[in-house]
């Protein structure tokens, strides 16, 4: 069993007075994908930008491939997509990505890659033409054109249509399959349950979780939600649901319970409420999903 | 995208890194980065149609004074070291610190620094691509100024073409190493005013145009201490006397080139 592709242990980043990164701890298995997942300026960039090698950290300690990361041997293994791309303002797409290729002993074909990521007909506009997301694209074919045992994918789908966006999923699970381990960034919830065998979300430089997609949003935190009259007591619902339920009112006239919502439940919970002669509306269960783990961990929504 | 997305085939993406040749790297980078300046339209118009136009203006009308010993040359022989000066200066300084200004804009450094290439064959490949420019600007100015009368053989001490190359190749140095600094650490708008305007200050009081002998007392002192003065003096010195490049020019021009090139090493900013 190989080591892990990448292992952080107490990263710490500062720009003057800030902090951007701040004690991070992550562990991307060999072949396996880790999504990064928090709002703007949380500090997944810089953390893949040391992990690829082109920010050096203040603290902590960062193995990649069990080197340090900005060593040669590491950076022929790997293969990354700064955010935002980056190529000659002037050059062409198919030239760009055939210089990334010649950096490369055994790469894919460039023209196969470009036709496959829908960049043929661009294959001879300047980069500085392209739009945001043909730019993606492009920098996406750069980050694996070199057969990279080791991806780094920041913001992947920035600024790409939906069916660019399903594409580089696409990508992105046949890379796992063919046994490359990726660390992506994204902001986008439903990229990171997609794709990732471990999310890990970070806020304001510190990871406030991590696990599973399936373990972040586990089966028994259900909740369901319902409206009703304004301040209703909830002690006397609390008593009717077994332990391991929580209840509130999020606003006035909007409640909350959270728990394993089977049907005794909600037969719980209508009958409190005939009892209360009011009519429940608008009821709603819903399997908690990473977007309201993340609200809940930082009171913030993520976008 | 009309067509749906591909499925991948098992295995396409298998892993199976490795380095590619460091000669195809050097290749590939320099071959680009040479296409880019020669398809870029401001980059030709600096580096290969102003000196061609000033070679054939400066030859035909007598517009600058020419020092007593080569009254007796047709005026191209004593223009084409200024405009060999000129070229040098404009591809390996001023071109090259707007290119690089702008490719860090892109983040193309950064880009590179992510692959396998060695940090030494980026900035190499950067070298190469603009010795390559500066061969294309010397053949071609010495081609047009062969059209219009020069003949090496026939100047004063018959011209030392060894000497001039070596000059070229220090002077290229010096501005590279310049052009580097300059376009690595300061924003891309910057760069491209203060490079503009350092050509043209350079072009007119910095020894090119103007030989140091005819420039006014305080400006030739400062000017032969500036990689424009002595490029220029050193390419006058060999090819219209046919003399070695001289001391003091080349210790200007390797004085420049080192400090410029250790302050680069350790400011130029890879984004």
């Given at each position: 069993m190989p080591g892990p592709a990448v292992s952080v242990r107490g990263l710490v980043k500062r720009y003057g007075a800030t902090t951007a990164v701040d004690g991070i701890d992550l562990e991307v298995p060999a072949a396996s994908v880790l999504a990064l997942l928090g709002p703007n300026g949380a500090g997944k960039t810089t953390t893949v930008e040391i992990c690829s090698g082109l920010t050096a950290a203040d603290a902590g300690e960062v193995r990649v491939l069990g080197r340090a990361p900005s060593s040669e041997a590491v950076r022929a293994r790997i293969g990354a997509m700064p955010q935002g791309g980056g190529a000659y303002p002037g050059v062409k797409a198919g030239e760009m990505l055939h210089l990334v290729a010649s950096c490369s002993a055994n790469p894919l074909d460039p023209d196969w890659l470009l036709d496959v990521l829908g960049l043929r007909e661009h294959a001879r506009t300047t980069y500085k033409r392209l739009s945001g997301g043909e730019q993606q694209r492009l920098a996406l074919a750069c980050a694996i054109v070199g057969r990279p045992e080791l991806?780094?994918?920041?913001?992947?789908?920035?600024?790409?249509?939906?069916?660019?966006?399903?594409?580089?999923?696409?990508?992105?699970?046949?890379?796992?399959?063919?046994?490359?381990?990726?660390?992506?960034t994204t902001h986008l919830m439903e990229e990171a349950e997609a794709l990732a065998d471990d999310v890990v979300i970070i806020d304001h430089g510190r990871v406030v979780a991590h696990g599973s997609p399936a373990q972040l949003t586990a089966g028994d935190q259900q909740e369901l939600r319902f409206r009703a009259r304004p301040g209703m007591d909830l002690d006397h619902l609390d008593t009717r649901l077994p332990v391991g339920y929580a209840t509130s009112e999020t606003l006035p006239g909007r409640y909350l319970v959270q728990g394993r919502i089977d049907p005794a439940a909600l037969s719980a919970i209508t009958s409190w409420c005939a009892d209360q002669g009011v009519m429940a509306d608008d009821v709603q269960v819903a399997r908690r999903s990473l977007e309201d783990v993340f609200l809940d961990l930082t009171g913030r929504e993520l976008r | 995208?009309?067509?749906?997305?591909?499925?991948f085939t098992e295995g396409t993406f298998a892993p199976n890194?490795?380095?590619?040749?460091?000669?195809?790297?050097?290749?590939?980078?320099?071959g680009i980065e040479t296409r880019l300046a020669l398809?870029?339209?401001?980059?030709?118009?600096?580096?290969?149609?102003?000196?061609?136009?000033?070679?054939?203006?400066?030859?035909?009308?007598?517009?600058?004074?020419?020092?007593?010993?080569?009254?007796?040359?047709?005026?191209v022989g004593s223009v084409l070291p200024s405009i060999l000066a000129l070229?040098?200066?404009?591809?390996?300084?001023?071109?090259?610190a707007i290119a690089l200004g702008f490719d860090?804009?892109?983040?193309?450094?950064?880009?590179l620094a992510a692959t396998a290439l060695p940090r030494w064959l980026l900035v190499t490949?950067?070298?190469?691509?603009?010795?390559?420019?500066?061969?294309?600007?010397?053949?071609?100015?010495?081609?047009?100024?062969?059209?219009?009368?020069?003949?090496?053989?026939?100047?004063?001490?018959?011209?030392?073409?060894?000497?001039?190359?070596?000059?070229?190749?220090?002077?290229?140095?010096?501005f590279g190493a310049l052009g580097i600094l300059l376009g690595?650490?300061?924003?891309?708008?910057?760069?491209?005013?203060?490079?503009?305007?350092?050509?043209?200050?350079?072009?007119?009081?910095?020894?090119?145009?103007?030989?140091?002998?005819?420039?006014?007392?305080?400006i030739a002192v400062v000017a032969q201490f500036l990689p424009s003065g002595a490029l220029a003096e050193a390419l006058r010195a060999t090819m219209v006397e046919g003399a070695a490049p001289g001391t003091g020019p080349v210790l200007v021009l390797v004085g420049w080139a080192v400090v410029a090139g250790l302050v680069a090493a350790r400011t130029v900013r890879w984004r």
């Open positions: 991806v780094f994918l920041d913001e992947p789908t920035a600024g790409m249509d939906p069916q660019a966006r399903h594409l580089v999923w696409q990508l992105v699970t046949s890379l796992r399959r063919d046994g490359v381990a990726v660390l992506l | 995208m009309s067509t749906p997305p591909p499925t890194p490795a380095r590619g040749p460091l000669l195809g790297m050097l290749r590939a980078q320099a398809r870029n339209g401001e980059q030709v118009l600096l580096t290969l149609l102003i000196p061609v136009v000033l070679l054939f203006g400066l030859s035909l009308i007598p517009l600058l004074p020419v020092p007593p010993s080569q009254v007796a040359q047709p005026r070229a040098v200066m404009s591809s390996a300084f001023t071109s090259q860090r804009r892109y983040g193309v450094l950064r880009r490949g950067r070298l190469v691509a603009v010795l390559a420019v500066v061969v294309i600007q010397v053949v071609l100015l010495c081609v047009v100024a062969a059209l219009i009368g020069w003949r090496p053989s026939e100047m004063a001490g018959g011209a030392n073409l060894l000497g001039a190359a070596v000059s070229v190749l220090l002077g290229a140095a010096a690595g650490t300061l924003r891309a708008e910057i760069v491209l005013a203060l490079a503009n305007v350092i050509w043209f200050v350079l072009l007119l009081a910095g020894g090119i145009v103007i030989p140091l002998s005819m420039l006014p007392g305080p």
